[in-house]
Every structure is written in structure tokens, then in C-alpha cells.
């Protein structure tokens, strides 16, 4: 299958001399349509990785595609367009803003697709009904379970038709009911050809992957 994400020898350094070595000639390809679990512990450069992945960083070396497009000389418009277009974002801390109500936050994301606002808040819905929260629809984030704040999160990653899903420890505020709703709607999304990688310390979370790579002191191999 045609690489949607494809890193080659890419090394991301920090410090004034880049004497921290945060990524190590990393190489990984993956296809439209695949779920990769990326583990390692903290500190391996798993949070580096994903900032690449997402276009939030740039490496000092190396070459990212994404979608058949280098994005290494790329302008920080086109990075935040194409960001915009095709990804989506699920992190443990959930980065709700709790001044807005749900349906407000999951419709946010569209603002930045250049999307009407009927159609905005129309997907928002949608998405909302899809995971299972649409009757909290105008309550704010401080009021919600730690659950519900996730689906919420996850509504917000999904609405718009993102074709790649980046979870960052998305698991690690949840208990074990709530972290096997996470994981079935994972399978899910992914069934439906959407691309997922996740960074976990979750075993059960990496065990729905149908890849898993472990990622030590900056370099990365298949498990």
C-alpha cells in the first residue's frame, strides 16, 4: 500500500551544541489504512516522533512525507494547512478549553478547514452522536467524567473526515471500562480506513495495533 507517512533517517537534536539526541536516523513507513502502536519509556523520543509526525516540529535531518508530499521545506502556512486537513489529535490531558461547551470545542477544529459554520457545528453533532455524547452537548469540559471528556476529545480528532489519527498516551487518564471503549472505537475508526498511530504504555491499547515498534534512546525497531 502507498506510504501515508514516511520517515527517513530522521534525527531531531535539542541543546545549544544539539548534544540531546532525541530521534536517531529513525526510519518508519506507514500505509493509508494501518494502526501502529509505537511503546517505549520516557524519555525515548516517543513525544519527539509524534511532534514530527503531526508537523509540530521539524527534524534537523532526515525527510518526512506525508501523503505523498515532502514536507521538509515546507512553509509554516503549508505545514499548518495540511495539519489542519489531515490530522487529528487525542491526548491524555485531553486539551479541552473549558470556558466553551462540548459541541463548541468539537466544532472549533473545523474553523481552521475553512468550513461554514452550520457545517462546522453539523459535523460536531454527528461526531458527537457517533461516540456516544451528544446529550452533553452543552455542558463545558470541568463537569464531565474523565470518560466523557475523552470521547469529547476523540469527537474533536475525528470531525471533519481526518484521514490520520496521532493518540498520544490517550489511555493514561482513563480506568479500565473507559480505556476498552477507547480501544474498540480505535478498531473501529480504523476499520473504516482510517490511519492510527498511537504512542502507549498501555498493553492493551498497543495489543489492537496490527504493528507495534518499541522506540529506546531515540532509535526505533519493530517488536
Known sequence: MTP???????????????????????????????????????GSGKSTLMNVLGLLDRPNSGR????????????????????????????????LLPTMNVIDN???GGSFQRVGRKERYTRAYAALIELGVEQRSTAYPPTLSGGERQRVAIARAIVGHK??????????????????????MLVERNKRGMTII??????????????????VDGGIERM
Open 4 to 42: 501515508l507517512c514516511e520517515i527517513d533517517r530522521v534525527r531531531r537534536s535539542f541543546g545549544p551544541r544539539e548534544e540531546i539526541h532525541a530521534l536517531r536516523d529513525v526510519d518508519l513507513s506507514v500505509a493509508a489504512g494501518d494502526f501502529v502502536a509505537i511503546q517505549g519509556p520516557s
Open 64 to 95: 518526512y512525507a506525508l501523503d505523498g508530499r515532502d514536507t521538509s521545506q515546507m512553509r509554516g502556512s503549508e505545514r499548518a494547512r495540511m495539519r489542519a486537513d489531515l490530522i487529528g489529535f487525542v491526548f491524555q490531558d485531553f486539551h
Open 106 to 108: 468539537v466544532a472549533l
Open 163 to 184: 484521514r490520520l489519527l496521532l493518540c498520544d498516551e490517550p489511555s493514561g487518564n482513563l480506568d479500565t471500562e473507559n480505556t476498552r471503549y477507547l480501544v474498540e
Open 198 to 215: 498511537v504512542v502507549t504504555h498501555d498493553a492493551q491499547v498497543a495489543a489492537a495495533a496490527g504493528r507495534r515498534y518499541s522506540i
